[in-house]
């Protein structure tokens, strides 16, 4: 079975860090770029940061450039986010996606075809 | 950044109805735009890709158009399951959510 399972959410004080993790089963990892997705509370979508297969391409949402830290281990199939300097409005459910596409290229359909139930990040001191 | 607009924010319908969800694009995408169903307390499913392509396992009353900047999610004869709220994606440029639009029993 495909699965993805997010964990190492928590309550946090303005200002500390986190790491997200995401353990990856039933697919090939490396075949895959990866993807975290936060959803605020009562709030929609928003895409945070991907990386390719081998780490060669990495992205982020201009909300966190700078703060966070996507990496991956294709060894372990685990995905991990740093956040640093975290700030109440990071308050968020956080996914972990699979992309469709190896590395996010332009002229490639990408989409996220697997998602994790998420791991719950609060801000708060 | 890619900016994505949907509408209408909420919508009312009747089990059996066909419904009809818009997702515009602040500049053209040409069919890189996928859709998302999301109930409550889940994570996203994926509905339709690359525009009109769709999932498999995605019953048939699902379906999608459009290209450059305009794009359509369809579902025709609403289920009870179908209530939920639907979000349109970009992948032209990394990715960028719409808004959500939150579809409720009338």
């Known amino acids: 079975e495909v699965q993805l399972v997010e964990s190492g959410g928590g309550l946090v004080q303005p200002g500390r860090s986190l790491r997200l993790s995401c353990a990856a089963s039933g697919f090939t990892f490396d075949d895959y770029a990866m993807h975290w997705v936060r959803q605020g509370p009562g709030k929609g979508l928003e895409w945070v940061a991907g990386?390719?297969?081998?780490?060669?391409?990495?992205d982020y949402a201009g909300s966190v450039r700078g703060r966070f830290t996507i990496s991956r281990d294709n060894a372990n199939n685990s995905l991990h986010l740093q956040m640093n300097s975290l700030r109440a409005e990071d308050t968020a459910l956080y996914y972990c996606a699979k992309d469709s596409r190896i590395t996010m290229i332009r002229g490639v359909v990408g989409y996220m075809d697997v998602w994790g139930k998420g791991t719950t990040v609060t801000v708060s001191s | 950044d890619i900016q994505m607009t949907q509408s209408p924010s909420s919508l009312s319908a009747s089990v059996g109805d066909r419904v009809t969800i818009t997702c515009r694009a602040s500049?053209?995408?040409?069919?890189?735009l996928n859709w998302y169903q999301q109930k409550s307390g889940k994570a996203p499913k994926l509905l339709i890709y690359?525009?009109?392509g769709l999932q498999s396992g995605v019953p048939s009353r699902f379906s999608g158009s459009g290209s450059g900047t305009d794009f359509t999610l369809t579902i025709r004869s609403l289920q009870p399951e179908d209530f939920a709220t639907y979000y349109c994606q970009q992948s032209y440029s990394t990715f960028t959510f719409g808004q959500g639009t939150k579809l409720e029993i009338k």
């Open positions: 990386i390719s297969w081998n780490s060669g391409i990495i």
């Open positions: 500049q053209t995408i040409s069919t890189y």
């Open positions: 690359a525009a009109s």
